[in-house]
């Protein structure tokens, strides 16, 4: 009924191939923007942008990240929070190194540094494929993060080994460090979010994204029809690394505020992982979908308890929470093992017909 | 069935806590760690710190006659869901207590825009005690710098330190590097070598590596600075590769009683730097027992009020209690604000008297704090492991702080100009 598409012709090839070629799409995109871009920012409690929106759209945007190399590229890696950490040492050191620099550009530029290491890594994804080029990722992640802990040039001697965000603004307003508001750092987040995804669905959808699902479901035919593999991987290592170095520089200098090497470990590439699997790899609107299951969800049942006025430990509510999101997780992926974005396509396809189910 | 109405109980006691709390109460929130890895040395400190809060609210009605709500937020230990609980809380909050060095550095820059002061006793960034800069944090009663300064005088009073070989062992973490700087300080003034052991945060369990290179090393002692798993992993260790105990020293975090209870015997002679410590025959624990565990209330059981840790959670909310006893007596007034409490924390006298007054005897050593200094610097006690529990080994040990006092000015300003602009305490003049 809602999603009736009688009577939406397509009288040119151009609108048959556009973005949206249903209009209630759009529509539902256009209303999804304008929650992110006014209605939130003008009603969500400080605790909303710490604890929910801002968090939910950094780790969208590193499972955005992961899921063009995973998911599109068909290149699995454990390294994700490694190349998250080389996003937030490398933002780190701009800013102190260059303290006029903007901090928006540095955050966009510290990209750049772990599209090169992640290059680097990628190269051995030219010989070894599936579970072997995991391990290899593995010692990325390893490696990269005894990096952070031994080498005391990237957090400038600390003695405590951590790096903090120092305040940066623009044009006097703070957009980073403690003094910055919630809602300042909401924006940069929104906008490098919102910037990176325009660009990955024109990616996924080009000449680019057509090679690298080629890759993904035949490496062999892709090449027999003339695709340069080594071109192919590595551009999907690169362009995914330097989406997750972003999202990484975001996930300290718009949220944590600090960090230590350890954040970096492998929890957080598991966690960038499970939120890739769950929304469904080879999709953009699953990241966020994942990402609020996984990220989000916690957060909101975390509340509930107290909302209600039922009288329970907070330790007990923790263990409740692990319990209950575990089970939505098994729950989801007994449903629709290809993820929430897969689920929510069904849906789709069963409101364009309803009520008359062929 | 026990458990049934246990819970039952509880959640009674919560609703009507609940309900009045509504009335009138001061929040002061505890972002506790119940779960994760580190649970084990979190629960007794959690349970000693709500117990003495129970206990006051139970015995006196609170402090001056409201009471405290003394909250947990679970963090599991993960910075994560530090900030989380620290910006839940942090609305009504009149303190925020972070638990973790992580989180302690995450929320130390917030809460100097959000006018909340952190209490982090014997944790966190050691240069908190210069309270000009940090005006908003405090670190009572001794810092970990404290700590290594205490470890390397007790060394030194069993015999000159020069040409020794120290090796620390410590966690491969902010708080395992803390007291790098002083060491390095004083190895070069006593003349001992230092040898920094890191142990990573995946080989807390398995140290036998470390261990291999303190055997290669064979120093004259080892100093700790371990939490959670590391612990009991480098004590086993340690009596596994026949390391004489007595060489083998711990900061306060190091000094768990079911770490060693796993070794027992073989552990004798295992010592631990602490400004706690547990006295079952002070009135508090009294007090406790009737107001507190016979009504029911706490989560705790006899074995572990008697540790190390149950009591040192009792003696961090006697602090925080007494900051806000002080405040309400400077204020006049019952219901206390954030900075209102800054004041009571910044100006907390513990006299000996006034320790036992509050029936604390021999739990804490006496300190005082004021504007220009936020640790107080109490100094502490060094405890051996008899082979059953934790004893007194020393007299009060105090720090000589003047030996690295300028160290602590030169980080605080190095931290301030780091996160510039930082709003400092212009109007304190008081010098330590």
Same mark, same amino acid.
């Given at each position: 009924?809602?999603?009736?598409?009688?009577g939406?012709?397509?009288?040119?090839?151009?609108?048959?191939?556009?973005?949206?070629?249903?209009?209630?799409?759009?529509?539902?995109?256009?209303?999804?923007l304008?929650?992110?871009?006014?209605?939130?920012?003008?009603?969500?409690?400080?605790?909303?942008?710490?604890?929910?929106?801002?968090?939910?759209?950094?780790?969208?945007?590193?499972?955005?990240?992961?899921?063009?190399?995973?998911?599109?590229?068909?290149?699995?890696?454990?390294?994700?929070?490694?190349?998250?950490?080389?996003?937030?040492?490398?933002?780190?050191?701009?800013?102190?190194?260059?303290?006029?620099?903007?901090?928006?550009?540095?955050?966009?530029l510290?990209?750049?540094?772990?599209?090169?290491?992640?290059?680097?890594?990628?190269?051995?994804?030219?010989?070894?494929?599936?579970?072997?080029?995991?391990?290899?990722?593995?010692?990325?992640?390893?490696?990269?993060?005894?990096?952070?802990e031994?080498?005391?040039?990237?957090?400038?001697?600390?003695?405590?080994?951590?790096?903090q965000?120092?305040?940066l603004?623009?044009?006097?307003?703070?957009?980073?460090?403690p003094q910055?508001?919630?809602?300042?750092?909401?924006?940069?987040?929104?906008f490098?979010?919102?910037?990176?995804?325009?660009?990955?669905?024109?990616?996924?959808?080009?000449?680019?994204?057509?090679?690298?699902?080629?890759?993904?479901?035949?490496?062999?035919?892709?090449?027999?029809?003339?695709?340069?593999?080594?071109?192919?991987?590595?551009?999907?290592?690169?362009?995914?690394?330097?989406i997750?170095?972003?999202?990484g520089?975001?996930?300290?200098?718009?949220?944590?505020?600090?960090?230590e090497?350890?954040?970096?470990?492998?929890?957080?590439?598991f966690?960038?992982?499970?939120?890739?699997i769950?929304?469904?790899?080879?999709?953009?609107?699953?990241?966020y979908?994942?990402?609020?299951?996984?990220?989000?969800?916690?957060?909101?049942l975390?509340?509930?308890?107290?909302?209600?006025?039922?009288?329970?430990?907070?330790?007990?509510?923790?263990?409740?929470?692990?319990?209950?999101?575990?089970?939505?997780?098994?729950?989801?992926?007994?449903?629709?093992p290809?993820?929430?974005?897969?689920?929510?396509?069904?849906?789709?396809?069963?409101?364009?017909?309803?009520?008359?189910?062929? | 069935?026990?458990?049934?109405?246990?819970?039952?109980v509880?959640?009674?006691?919560?609703?009507?806590?609940?309900?009045?709390?509504?009335?009138?109460?001061?929040?002061a929130?505890?972002?506790?760690?119940?779960?994760?890895?580190?649970?084990?040395?979190?629960?007794?400190?959690?349970?000693?710190?709500?117990?003495?809060?129970?206990?006051?609210?139970?015995?006196?009605?609170?402090?001056?006659?409201?009471?405290i709500?003394?909250?947990?937020?679970?963090?599991g230990?993960?910075?994560?869901?530090?900030?989380?609980?620290?910006?839940?809380?942090?609305?009504?909050?009149?303190?925020t207590?972070?638990?973790?060095?992580?989180?302690?550095?995450?929320?130390?820059?917030?809460?100097? +825009?959000?006018?909340?002061?952190?209490? !982090?006793?014997?944790? #966190?960034?050691?240069?908190? $005690?210069?309270? %000009?800069? *940090?005006?908003?944090?405090?670190?009572?009663?001794?810092?970990?710098?404290?700590?290594?300064?205490?470890?390397?005088q007790?060394?030194?009073?069993?015999?000159?330190?020069?040409?020794?070989?120290?090796?620390?062992?410590?966690?491969?973490?902010?708080?395992?590097?803390?007291?790098?700087?002083?060491?390095?300080?004083?190895?070069?003034?006593?003349?001992?070598?230092?040898?920094?052991i890191?142990?990573?945060?995946?080989?807390?369990?398995?140290?036998?590596?470390?261990?291999?290179?303190?055997?290669?090393?064979?120093?004259?002692? +080892?100093?700790?600075?371990?939490?959670? !798993?590391?612990?009991? #992993?480098?004590?086993?260790? $340690?009596?596994? %590769?026949? *390391?004489?105990?007595?060489?083998?020293l711990?900061?306060?975090?190091?000094g768990?009683?079911?770490?060693?209870?796993?070794?027992?015997?073989?552990?004798?002679?295992?010592?631990?730097?602490?400004?706690?410590?547990?006295?079952?025959?002070?009135?508090?624990?009294?007090?406790?027992?009737?107001?507190?565990?016979?009504?029911?209330?706490?989560?705790?059981?006899?074995?572990?009020?008697?540790?190390?840790?149950?009591?040192?959670?009792?003696?961090?909310?006697?602090?925080?209690?007494e900051?806000?006893r002080?405040?309400?007596?400077?204020?006049?007034?019952?219901?206390?604000? !954030?900075?209102?409490?800054?004041?009571?924390?910044e100006?907390?006298?513990?006299?000996?008297?006034?320790?036992?007054?509050?029936?604390?005897?021999?739990?804490?050593p006496?300190?005082?704090?004021?504007?220009a200094?936020?640790?107080?610097?109490?100094g502490?006690?060094?405890?051996?492991?008899?082979?059953?529990?934790?004893?007194?080994?020393?007299?009060?040990l105090?720090?000589?702080?003047?030996?690295?006092?300028?160290?602590?000015?030169?980080?605080?300003?190095?931290?301030?100009?780091?996160?510039?602009?930082?709003?400092?305490?212009?109007?304190?003049?008081?010098?330590?």
């Open positions: 009924m809602l999603y009736r598409t009688v939406q012709f397509k009288t040119t090839y151009e609108a048959d191939q556009a973005l949206f070629p249903v209009r209630q799409d759009a529509v539902l995109l256009g209303i999804i304008v929650l992110a871009w006014v209605i939130f920012p003008l009603t969500a409690s400080e605790f909303t942008f710490q604890a929910i929106l801002i968090p939910v759209l950094v780790f969208s945007l590193a499972s955005l990240g992961l899921n063009i190399l995973t998911g599109y590229a068909g290149q699995l890696s454990l390294g994700t929070g490694a190349f998250m950490g080389v996003g937030a040492y490398a933002c780190y050191k701009m800013v102190t190194l260059m303290p006029w620099m903007n901090p928006v550009v540095a955050i966009l510290s990209g750049f540094f772990s599209a090169g290491v992640g290059v680097l890594f990628g190269i051995p994804s030219l010989r070894i494929k599936g579970f072997y080029l995991a391990i290899a990722t593995l010692a990325a992640q390893f490696f990269l993060v005894w990096l952070f031994k080498w005391s040039w990237l957090y400038n001697y600390n003695a405590s080994g951590a790096i965000v120092p305040n603004d623009i044009f006097g307003v703070y957009v980073t460090g910055a508001a919630s809602v300042t750092e909401y924006y940069v987040v929104l490098v979010v919102t910037l990176l995804t325009m660009l990955c669905i024109n990616l996924t959808r080009g000449n680019l994204g057509r090679t690298w699902k080629a890759t993904r479901d035949m490496d062999i035919a892709a090449e027999l029809i003339g695709i340069n593999l080594m071109r192919s991987k590595l551009t999907a290592f690169a362009i995914s690394s330097y997750v170095g972003v999202a520089a975001l996930y300290v200098f718009s949220w944590k505020g600090a960090a090497p350890n954040v970096f470990d492998i929890p957080l590439s966690q960038v992982l499970f939120i890739a769950i929304g469904g790899l080879g999709s953009i609107l699953g990241n979908l994942g990402a609020a299951l996984i990220v989000g969800l916690p957060v909101v975390n509340l509930l308890p107290a909302a209600f006025g039922i009288p329970i430990d907070s330790a007990m509510v923790e263990h409740l929470n692990i319990m209950i999101v575990g089970g939505l997780i098994v729950f989801f992926l007994i449903v629709e290809h993820g929430l974005a897969q689920l929510w396509r069904l849906i789709r396809e069963k409101l364009i017909i309803w009520p008359f189910p062929y | 069935m026990k458990h049934f109405t246990k819970w039952a509880a959640a009674v006691v919560a609703g009507v806590t609940a309900g009045s709390a509504m009335a009138q109460e001061l929040y929130p505890n972002l506790a760690y119940r779960t994760g890895p580190f649970a084990a040395t979190g629960i007794p400190l959690m349970n000693g710190q709500a117990d003495y809060l129970t206990m006051l609210n139970e015995r006196d009605g609170g402090i001056g006659g409201i009471r709500n003394g909250e947990e937020c679970e963090t230990y993960s910075t994560e869901k530090g900030v989380e609980c620290y910006e839940k809380t942090k609305s009504k909050a009149i303190v207590q972070p638990w973790s060095t992580g989180i302690t550095l995450q929320v130390l820059p917030k809460t100097n +825009v959000d006018e909340i002061p952190i209490l !982090a006793p014997g944790y #966190g960034f050691s240069p908190m $005690a210069d309270g %000009t800069t *940090f005006q908003w944090a405090f670190n009572t009663p001794s810092g970990y710098w404290d700590a290594a300064d205490m470890i390397v007790y060394l030194e009073g069993q015999g000159s330190l020069d040409g020794k070989t120290i090796a620390f062992l410590h966690l491969d973490h902010p708080y395992g590097k803390e007291p790098i700087p002083v060491l390095e300080k004083l190895a070069g003034e006593k003349g001992f070598e230092l040898e920094p890191p142990v990573g945060l995946k080989e807390m369990q398995n140290q036998s590596a470390q261990w291999l290179q303190i055997r290669r090393l064979r120093p004259d002692y +080892v100093v700790m600075w371990g939490w959670g !798993a590391m612990n009991a #992993g480098a004590i086993t260790e $340690a009596v596994k %590769t026949k *390391f004489p105990m007595e060489n083998f711990g900061v306060w975090w190091a768990h009683d079911a770490d060693l209870k796993i070794v027992g015997e073989d552990g004798k002679g295992y010592k631990s730097i602490s400004w706690s410590f547990p006295n079952p025959d002070a009135p508090v624990m009294a007090d406790i027992q009737t107001h507190v565990v016979d009504k029911g209330l706490t989560k705790s059981n006899a074995e572990e009020m008697s540790g190390v840790f149950y009591s040192r959670g009792l003696i961090i909310s006697a602090i925080l209690a900051g806000i002080v405040a309400q007596e400077e204020y006049g007034t019952a219901e206390i604000d !954030a900075s209102q409490l800054r004041w009571g924390l100006n907390i006298n513990m006299t000996e008297e006034r320790i036992s007054e509050l029936g604390l005897d021999g739990m804490v006496p300190f005082q704090t004021s504007c200094n936020h640790t107080g610097h109490s502490g006690w060094m405890l051996e492991w008899d082979g059953e529990k934790f004893v007194k080994v020393s007299d009060l105090t720090p000589n702080v003047a030996g690295y006092q300028d160290l602590i000015d030169e980080k605080a300003a190095e931290y301030a100009e780091a996160n510039a602009p930082w709003a400092m305490n212009e109007e304190c003049n008081v010098t330590n």
